[in-house]
Each structure stands twice: as structure tokens, then as C-alpha cells.
């Protein structure tokens, strides 16, 4: 189970900081990601992490925004997302990946958190 907290209402500029918390599941075997899905539109892919925390992904629209890490210990992953747009607007979601080499891959997500709306306001 992935449960996903801190989302709330942040205004444009600011910053979030997005939990995930994993349970049932063995933890270190996983590949991480987090996606966002605004109204209207599909699922994205906004960053992803490796198994050891030592590589990870991010689409240009956040690169340089949003940080992804993992704290292996404590079974968490988290989103340090600053900069925000109102573009950022969604719900976002972690979800945990079988495959550690191909992190992109959406297909390869297997486990999914029930989501956490951000919305940045203008």
C-alpha cells in the first residue's frame, strides 16, 4: 500500500513538499515515481528514482523545479517540488515500478497511491 500526503493549496512560486509512504510491500525492491494528472488531461510522469536512490528521472517540465528522494529506512519517498506554476495543478500520485531500468515507463508501474491534489494558485 502507498500512501500519498501533502498536497494543499500553495501559491504560485512557492513550494510542497509531497510524502509517500509504503507499506506491505518490500520496500528496497522498488523503483519510485511520482505522476500528476490535471483535469482534462493524462497521466504525466513528473520524477522517478532507482532502487538505491542513486539515479533519477525527470521530464523538462520539472527539471530543475522538483526533487525526488527516497528514504529507504523509513520505507518513504518523497517530492520537493519549488517554483510552483499554476500549471503544476493536479493530483498527484506515487506509485512504485518493476522495472529499475526504465523509469520513464509508465507501463512498468505496478503499485499506485490514491493521490494528493496540489493546486497552485496564480
Known amino acids: 500500500q502507498l500512501q500519498a500526503s501533502g498536497g494543499g493549496l500553495v501559491q504560485a512560486g512557492g513550494s510542497v513538499r509531497l510524502s509517500c509512504a509504503a507499506s506491505g510491500l518490500r520496500f528496497t525492491a522498488y523503483p519510485m515515481g511520482w505522476f500528476r494528472q490535471a483535469p482534462g488531461k493524462e497521466r504525466e510522469i513528473v520524477a522517478a528514482i532507482d532502487r538505491s536512490g542513486g539515479f533519477t528521472y525527470y521530464p523538462t517540465s520539472v527539471k530543475g523545479r522538483f526533487n525526488i528522494s527516497r528514504n529507504n529506512a523509513e520505507n518513504t519517498v518523497y517530492l520537493q517540488m519549488n517554483s510552483l506554476k499554476p500549471e503544476d495543478t493536479a493530483v498527484y500520485y506515487c506509485?512504485?515500478?518493476?522495472?529499475?531500468?526504465?523509469?520513464?515507463?509508465?507501463?512498468?508501474?505496478?503499485?499506485w497511491g490514491q493521490g494528493t491534489q496540489v493546486t497552485v494558485s496564480s
Open positions: 506509485a512504485a515500478s518493476l522495472n529499475n531500468y526504465q523509469l520513464r515507463a509508465t507501463r512498468e508501474y505496478r503499485y
